[in-house]
T-cell receptor, first 114, second 110 residues
Framework: AQSVTQLDSQVPVFEEAPVELRCNYS??????LFWYVQYPNQGLQLLLK??????LVKGINGFEAEFNKSQTSFHLRKPSVHISDTAEYFC????????????FGTGTRLKVLA | DADVTQTPRNRITKTGKRIMLECSQT?????MYWYRQDPGLGLRLIYY???????NKGEISDGYSVSRQAQAKFSLSLESAIPNQTALYFC?????????FGPGTRLTVL
């Protein structure tokens, strides 16, 4: 069965510094990969998704992620974070088009420090 | 207006009480989901529905039931609430390639 690992439960980083949030998934023939963000007291919002094509995916708010099939990873990056990026970030995977099921990681709480 | 709405947003109840959480969507999607979120555990799937006549259990359905009253409405019930059902509950819809989440219902069972 598909699984997703987010090794870092919390990541503190100073404002304007770069950040990388790690996500690894178990191998599958084909996968769709997603990053969602959850701001305090809100639902989940899609940051970006990889379905096919270019392995570098750009999303909203200056975030990007790179799909690495050989390392089964989909790490999220931002070159310069803002206080407003403080939130919880979830990586998710599905097995391809038409699948009903998303598997979510346990989340990484990003705290941006002034 | 939000595409996926949930009511109530917060609820405190007592052990043994029956609780219903409601979800409505205006996205026109056939697929709808209920998840619960617990700290350090991420989101876990409770139930999902492909259409009004197709309802399926997720990984943690014990203690829960659902009703799909219409394409736009999907309700989650706790027949007899227990404290370990205290969690944040999310409803979601799904297009071909993306899920859309409601704002969540924070449920506390005392």
């Amino acid at each position: 069965a598909q699984s997703v690992t987010q090794l870092d439960s919390q990541v503190p980083v100073f404002e304007e510094a770069p950040v990388e949030l790690r996500c690894n998934y178990s191998s599958s023939v084909s996968v769709y990969l997603f990053w969602y963000v959850q701001y305090p007291n809100q639902g989940l919002q899609l940051l970006l998704k990889y379905l096919s094509g270019s392995t570098l995916v750009k999303g909203i708010n200056g975030f990007e992620a790179e799909f690495n099939k050989s390392q089964t990873s989909f790490h999220l990056r931002k070159p310069s974070v803002h206080i407003s990026d403080t939130a919880e970030y979830f990586c998710a995977v599905s097995d391809g088009p038409g699948t009903y099921k998303y598997i979510f990681g346990t989340g990484t709480r990003l705290k941006v420090l002034a | 207006d939000a595409d996926v709405t949930q009511t109530p947003r917060n609820r405190i109840t007592k052990t043994g009480k029956r609780i219903m959480l409601e979800c409505s969507q205006t996205k026109g999607h056939d697929r709808m989901y209920w998840y619960r979120q617990d700290p350090g555990l991420g989101l876990r799937l409770i139930y999902y529905s492909f259409d009004v006549k197709d309802i399926n259990k997720g990984e943690i359905s014990d203690g829960y039931s659902v009703s799909r009253q219409a394409q736009a409405k999907f309700s989650l019930s706790l027949e007899s609430a227990i404290p370990n059902q205290t969690a944040l509950y999310f409803c979601a819809t799904k297009s071909d390639n993306e899920q859309f989440f409601g704002p969540g219902t924070r449920l506390t069972v005392l």
